[in-house]
């Protein structure tokens, strides 16, 4: 099965990293977020990605093309150029299968998605957004959507709250709690699984994933939740970022990998 992942916007409000590159290419812990998302695939044994580039394409391009000089071991012969590659650190080089595609710099996420059908082909695939990582059970996300027989399947998130809750009474403080857990609304989470007649829900590349075709398959009882209530963030910010970082450092809870 296919993993289609967007990652072609621009980044405006990180912008103090996205000037030279692509927002999926910002590091946590020295790797770019892309990678994450990747490993958390590849441990479910999704290892066939189809990638959606727009905006600095040509960073993520460089980078898959340099991705096993870049974590291994190299004997260069400089007579000659023959450049001989070893795993380094004691890790296996990942076996992934990476399509990098051009879906135009101003296309928008659904253009994107409908952009990526020659490369996913008539099959069920899997898609999410080039900045958010989550330790979301893949196995159990497609046994939900396998069960239920419906075009499209959205995990579903509780995001943790940005600011301090307030409980008031009149203009009282009741309560207070720095960053709780929200305790109602769920949001899009991204990492669909998708039937591929969705593409038909898109009808150019300016149209937008979350508007027209979410809400045409809410409409028709083709869009399904999976509720997810672990770990989830995205990485809209700087502050998501130095977040992320800190996360990582205290051991990333995403990280469903060895």
């Known amino acids: 099965m296919k993993v289609a992942i967007l990652a072609g916007g621009v980044g405006s409000r990180i912008s103090e990293e996205t000037e030279i590159k692509p927002k999926p290419m910002v590091e946590i812990g020295g790797r770019p977020i892309l990678w994450h998302i990747m490993k958390h695939y590849a441990h479910y044994g999704y290892t066939d990605f189809a990638i959606a580039l727009g905006y600095k394409g040509e960073v993520i391009k460089r980078y898959m093309v340099d991705y096993a000089s870049l974590y291994g071991d190299l004997t260069v012969g400089l007579a000659n150029g023959h450049i001989e590659r070893r795993n380094g650190h004691g890790a296996e080089i990942d076996d992934w299968t990476v399509s990098l595609v051009d879906t135009g ?137 130095k977040l992320l970082e800190e996360l990582w450092n205290d051991g990333a809870p995403w990280r469903t990998w060895e």
């Open 105 to 241: 710099q101003g296309t928008a996420t659904g253009g994107r998605i409908k952009r990526l059908a020659p490369t996913i082909g008539n099959e069920t695939f899997m898609c999410t957004w080039g900045d958010g990582v989550s330790n979301v059970d893949l196995d159990k996300l497609l046994e939900f959507h396998r069960s239920h027989g419906k075009l499209a399947t959205m995990t579903a998130v509780r995001p943790p709250a940005r600011f301090g809750h307030l409980e008031l009474d009149g203009n009282v403080i009741s309560d207070f709690n720095e960053k709780p857990q929200i305790g109602e609304g769920w949001i899009n989470g991204a990492f669909f699984v998708l039937e591929p007649e969705v593409f038909d829900y898109v009808p150019g590349d300016d149209t937008m994933w979350e508007r027209e075709p979410l809400e045409r398959l809410a409409r028709e009882g083709q869009l399904m939740a999976y509720k997810h209530e672990d770990f989830w963030q995205c990485m809209d910010t700087l502050r998501d970022k």
